[in-house]
């Protein structure tokens, strides 16, 4: 594997993957590879959902892209007053903008996670919550997976539930997020509070500015977001079940309360990922997982409006957009035309045919199938090869369809790699 773009050396303490320090300034060290393979993820997990449908097609007639061109507002001044590791012109970067590119950006869901011995590691002496909710922590297991691979960005470690608790609702992880009294009438909605954006999970903004003054010159910051829908699904559902039935039963008998949620959510979310642009991000994706619940005029009845003020407040304040759709194909081409730079899609989607069809106006990202990955290094590099093959590298940024899974051998990671980083020649 070709890794040694940040191959200088950290202090003898930070050479062991597993221990902790605190980020540092400068380019980050990568440890030699560990072979380690786990059990298969949860069935009840996203990605872990039914077999690859196809997207048939739709035109390519797509409206302007309503976004601020050139840097970011906010991630052009947090740049201008000095922050130590300014990103500037990365991969990611100019993937996003569909210029050309030495070799395509790589970077995986859900990098930092339990495939990595050194995550679980310190998730034995760590709670999760405990991991995203202090900065230092939060930014050292952003840093991991670059100690081994390096990705062209880094996602700040955090979950989409880390703003819930600025709302006053309690909830844990089990893994997956666990509501202690789900969201299910309309005073319970109207109950909740407007924080101030300031309220809205410091801990993830202090994150993101360890991980920018750590991150080596070249590597882009990603922040993060759920899609208000996606939001709702665990409020109201209060956890993660197939094909959520209580959401959809509340969204039939309360449309009025979850508009208003959703409402909520929109400007709670818009008003994060603006301050996530204040404090350096490169972009941000929005995780729109729960996307395909509704038949497509529901949603865009119930749903479309929500999502799209909230890409439209942050794309005004310059800061950069990938969203994902998941397992949505009958909304795939509404995605695409919302008002984002990037449109991440799922293994199920053909990206070839979608780039035929929304590539002039929009970059796109995946979408090997995380199951891949999990049947070992050689189905790695055929599915990347593949993929490379079929899709043209302008505007195209490498990634799974869905997070990597849990038992996921380091060895499929590596090969993922080196087919990507194989194409600079
Ligand atoms: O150690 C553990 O047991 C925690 C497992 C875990 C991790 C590593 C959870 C609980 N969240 C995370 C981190 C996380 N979640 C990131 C970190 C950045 C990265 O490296 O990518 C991100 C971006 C997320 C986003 C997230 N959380 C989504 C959207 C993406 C997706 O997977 O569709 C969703 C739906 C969640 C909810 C959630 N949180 C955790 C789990 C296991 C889940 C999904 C499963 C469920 O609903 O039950």
Request: aromatic share 6%; proline share 9%.
């Amino acid at each position: 594997m070709r890794s040694g773009r940040n191959g200088c050396d950290r202090p003898e303490a930070a050479r062991d993957p597993s221990v902790f320090v605190a980020p540092l300034a400068g380019p980050i060290r990568l440890a030699g590879p560990v072979a380690v393979r786990q059990g298969a993820g949860r069935l009840n997990e996203p990605g872990n959902e039914d077999p690859a449908t196809r997207v048939s097609g739709a035109p390519e007639d797509e409206p302007p892209l309503r976004a601020a061109p050139g840097p970011g507002r906010a991630a052009g001044a947090a740049r201008a007053a000095g922050a130590a590791g300014t990103a500037g012109d990365t991969l990611l970067g100019r993937a996003i903008a569909r210029e050309p590119v030495p070799r395509r950006p790589l970077w995986i869901m859900r990098q930092a996670g339990r495939y990595l011995p050194e995550y679980r590691k310190l998730r034995e002496r760590y709670g999760f919550k405990e991991l995203a909710g202090e900065p230092e922590l939060a930014a050292e297991v952003t840093l991991q997976p670059f100690r081994r691979f390096p990705f062209d960005a880094a996602i700040v470690f955090a979950d989409i539930m880390s703003p819930i608790p600025a709302l006053g609702v309690d909830f844990d992880f089990d893994p997956g997020p666990v509501v202690a009294e789900p969201i299910r009438s309309a005073a319970a909605v109207a109950a909740l509070p407007e924080p101030d954006p300031g309220e809205v999970a410091p801990e993830v903004i202090a994150a993101l500015r360890h991980v920018r003054a750590a991150l080596p010159a070249g590597t882009a910051l990603l922040g993060f977001c759920g899609a208000p829908w996606t939001l709702a699904a665990y409020l109201v559902e209060g956890r993660g079940v197939k094909d959520f039935p209580t959401l959809r039963a509340f969204a039939a008998a309360e449309p009025a309360a979850l508009d208003d949620l959703l409402g909520r959510l929109s400007r709670l979310m818009a008003g994060y990922l603006v301050r996530q642009g204040e404090a350096g991000v490169d972009a941000v994706q929005v995780f729109d997982s729960w996307a395909g619940l509704l038949s497509r005029s529901d949603w865009e009845r119930l749903i479309r409006p929500h999502l799209e003020a909230m890409l439209d407040t942050v794309g005004a304040a310059g800061v950069k957009r990938i969203l994902f759709v998941q397992n949505a194909p009958h909304l795939v081409d509404a995605y695409a035309e919302l008002p984002a730079e990037v449109l991440a899609v799922d293994w199920r989607v053909d990206l070839a045919d979608l780039q035929r069809r929304h590539g002039r106006r929009r970059a796109i990202q995946g979408n090997i199938d995380p199951a891949v990955l999990t049947a070992g290094a050689d189905a790695a590099r055929a599915a990347a090869a593949e993929l490379l093959g079929r899709v043209e590298p302008a505007g195209h940024i490498v990634n799974l369809g869905h997070g990597i899974l849990p038992g996921t051998p380091i060895e499929s990671v590596e090969a993922l790699v080196d087919a990507v980083h194989r194409e600079s020649g």
